[in-house]
């Protein structure tokens, strides 16, 4: 069945950039969303529909895809970027339409 | 500025059935993609299933033969029934909106910008 796959975890130095991916075959047709989580809190949408920032959104925050790998890039990594970022798409051709990646935990050092 | 306020019995013993109602406050209902998900502790995101205002649904494989999605269009509302629930099914389930559906199939895009708080289901006996 489809899935999307992402990295367990990736850390980051303070004010580096940090490229966090997901892999899977719907993301040739679909765009990928990224979630960010942090302990106890629901999910918030941080990009969406290619590269596209929800209000309230830091700019450091960026999407791309190329082929069937998704990236989410946060440029200037601060402190309170450190949370689980999760991937997300549609998907048409496998049995679930929607999939969500693993979850990567960012840290921040 | 549309918000999600859902709520349900957060403690059921095995076999019982799970039962979740989402409330769509400030925004509109109509031909958006009403969603449940769930995260077990410590594991990540699973999509449950969708239902849009018609009715129409999508579940989650593994879970299609004990899940049921329903919507009360004159409340604005959304419900999630799981039966027969175990320990596997303690987690904490969230209600979520996407777009529209026929936005999603012209643009190819798929998001959850507004998702409920969260609910806390633990399965014990």
């Known amino acids: 069945s489809s899935e999307l796959t992402q990295d367990p975890a990736v850390s980051v130095a303070l004010g580096q950039t940090v490229r966090i991916k997901c892999q899977g075959d719907s993301l040739s047709t679909y765009y990928a969303s990224w979630y960010q989580q942090k302990p106890g809190q629901a999910p918030t949408l941080v990009i969406y529909?290619?590269?596209n920032r929800p209000s309230g959104i830091p700019d450091r925050f960026s999407g791309s895809t190329s082929g069937n790998i998704a990236s989410l890039t946060i440029t200037g990594a601060q402190a309170e970027d450190e949370a689980d970022y999760y991937c997300?798409?549609?998907?048409?051709?496998?049995?679930?339409?929607?999939?969500f990646g693993g979850g990567t935990k960012l840290t921040v050092l | 500025q549309v918000q999600l306020q859902q709520w349900g019995a957060g403690l059921l013993k095995p076999s019982e059935t799970l039962s979740l109602t989402c409330a769509v406050n400030g925004g509109s209902f109509s031909g958006y993609l009403l969603t449940w998900i769930r995260q077990p502790p410590g594991k990540g995101l699973e999509w449950i299933g969708e239902?849009?205002?018609?009715?129409?649904?999508n579940y989650n494989p593994s879970l299609k033969s004990r899940v049921t999605i329903s919507v009360d269009t004159s409340k604005n509302q959304f419900s999630l029934r799981l039966s027969s629930v175990t320990a596997a099914d303690t987690a904490v389930y969230y209600c979520a909106r996407a777009p529209r559906k026929d936005l999603v199939s012209y643009n190819l895009f798929y998001y959850l910008p507004v998702w409920g708080k969260g609910t806390t289901v633990t399965v014990s006996s």
């Open positions: 529909a290619k590269n």
């Open positions: 997300n798409s549609r998907d048409s051709s496998g049995d679930r339409p929607v999939l």
């Open positions: 239902i849009i205002h018609s009715g129409s649904t």
